[in-house]
């Protein structure tokens, strides 16, 4: 069946839940391998600096869906309620005349009663919260329902389905959002045997110590070693490798066990992807549908000894970013040049013939358009602004931070001492600052922040910090230092 096209192009925008570009092939992975993002990259664009604004699943959500940071739409936490005054690109695009549809993942308050859906778009069907890999839950129109098979599949399966139901010349958004490889990582069966035991390369950074850190990192209880719940692994870890002195051998053994489900949690995604590319292929929709596929943020493949994310390091802050618009984009593009989640909404406007100004004015992102398809516009923002709000959580212990970060450096500012929102510790911490030169310390491992020889560019990226702050209307925070 081929459908009939549009004027304007149709959208499929596939997003998942903590996939770090370092788990993907055509990112350079060591870790495992995915096929269909590869396919995917190699007949598009794949962005080497996207970056998210704010490391946790909601908050990106509301970023890419608005093109706004989290002070602006009110999603700062996992544990605060998005503003719906707040306009979105979806509503844009149906206002303009697209059909739309969410399966999937929303993460944006529908769990509680009477609290907003995804009600703007034309069909959708959520998981309530972080959402269950096996026989799901899901919320529809018309109540909750469980749907039998693995959560992955099932986002794949509504999201043909509801293309097979498309007829109509309209074009179409998309977006099939998998709650896959969050976590506690329940990998399909089929997948069980891949990536086993013993056989997975460790990160250059696993035994990371935190010397030159500030004290943010050795209280984050992020450590594979110490901090990861029973729940999340398949298996107990053997009682002889407790205590101090087997340190080494259970970070090892945590890592492998850990990653295994990670990878194999991602093997269905990889998999699933390729059934969105087999459809397109097959109903002629793959010259006007641009396909992009990208997570709400990083994760920690035991990079620093950790699992999660929230901080602003490299390994979390990157999102992987792959897109494909025959015609418009080159086979085998790659960008450089600094991009966020902010500015997805702009882009996807932009791609659809909208002016992101006139349709979404909140809007504080830019198109990446024209990066995509080969220019370099000289005015193209250098540096990207970040904000981590969760101040000290019960489970991560992460401090509230934020930061810049350039090509070259990264300044961070932890501005920890009490004052976090929406159910933070009121513990008091001293804030501290941590400076990286990425070109000569591209791991991170040496915090340059009060050598002499960094201060003028550290006294640069201060300006810059603040300089981004006033732009994107953020308060800094009252302990901040003067000036
Ligand atoms: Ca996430």
């Known amino acids: 069946m ?37 396919r995917l990259a190699a007949a598009g664009a794949r962005l080497d600096a996207c970056f998210c604004t704010n490391a946790i699943c909601s ?17 700062t936490s996992i ?33 509680e009663p009477h609290l907003p859906r995804p009600e703007d778009f034309d069909a959708w069907q959520v998981f309530p919260g972080q959402g269950e890999y096996f026989d799901p839950e899901m919320i529809t129109a018309d109540g909750t329902t469980r749907v039998p098979g693995y959560a992955t599949d099932i986002v794949t399966d509504l999201s043909l389905d509801w293309l097979d139901q498309q007829s109509g010349a309209e074009p179409f958004c998309l977006m099939i959002h998998h709650k896959a490889p969050h976590r506690p990582w329940q990998p399909h069966p089929k997948h069980r045997d891949l990536y086993p ?82 459809y397109l292929d097959d ?33 979390s802050l ?41 349709v979404l004015p909140t809007g504080q992102g830019r198109s990446a358009l024209p990066l995509l398809e080969g220019e370099r516009p000289d005015d193209w923002p250098r540096s990207l602004y970040y904000r981590y709000w969760e101040h000290d959580d019960p489970n991560h212990h992460a401090w509230a931070h934020y930061g810049v970060r350039t090509a070259t450096h990264k300044l961070i500012y932890f ?15 001293p804030p501290a600052w941590e400076l990286y030169d990425l070109v000569a310390d591209p791991n991170e491992l040496t915090n340059i922040a009060d050598d002499p020889a960094a201060a003028e560019i550290r006294a640069e990226l201060e300006r810059e910090l603040a300089r981004l702050q006033e732009r994107y209307e953020d308060v800094p925070h009252a302990t901040s230092p003067p000036g």
Not at 23 to 28: D, K, Q, T, V
Not at 293 to 308: A, K
Not at 326 to 348: K, M, Q
Not at 415 to 429: E, K, N, P
Request: negative net charge.
């Open 59 to 75: 908050p990106s959500r509301a970023s890419i869906l608005s093109g706004t940071y989290s002070h602006v739409n009110g999603v």
């Open 415 to 429: 501005y920890a001492d009490g004052l976090g929102t929406d159910g933070s510790s009121d513990r008091v911490f």
């Open 197 to 278: 035991v013993g056989s997975i390369p460790e990160p250059a950074t696993l035994f990371d110590d935190y010397e030159t850190r500030s004290d943010a990192a050795r209280a984050a209880t992020m450590k594979i070693a110490d901090d990861l719940p029973d729940h999340d692994l398949r298996v107990a870890m053997p009682p002889e490798l407790a205590g101090e002195e087997n340190r080494e051998e259970r970070t090892r053994w945590f890592y492998q066990h850990y990653l295994r489900e990670y990878l194999q949690t991602v093997q269905s995604v990889d998999d699933n992807v390729g059934r969105v590319l087999d």
């Open 283 to 315: 109903h002629g929709l793959v010259d006007n549908t641009i396909v992009v596929y990208t997570s709400d943020q990083g994760f920690f493949l035991g990079d620093h000894g950790w699992y999660d994310k929230r901080f602003i390091y490299e390994e």
């Open 79 to 111: 544990y605060s309620q998005i503003d719906y005054r707040v306009p979105n690109f979806p509503q844009a695009l149906r206002e303009s005349g697209y059909r739309t549809a969410l399966f999937g993942k929303w993460h944006l308050g529908e769990q």
């Open 318 to 358: 990157r999102m992987p970013f792959l897109v494909r618009w025959p015609g418009r984009i080159s086979p085998g593009t790659t960008v450089d040049e600094i991009i966020t989640n902010v500015d997805f909404a702009a882009t996807f406007l932009d791609a659809c013939g909208l002016k992101p100004g006139d």
């Open 2 to 38: 081929t459908h009939p096209r549009s004027e304007r192009p149709n959208i499929v925008f596939i997003l998942t839940d903590d996939h770090a570009a370092h788990a993907i092939g055509c990112y350079g992975s060591q870790v495992n391998q995915t096929p269909h993002l590869d």
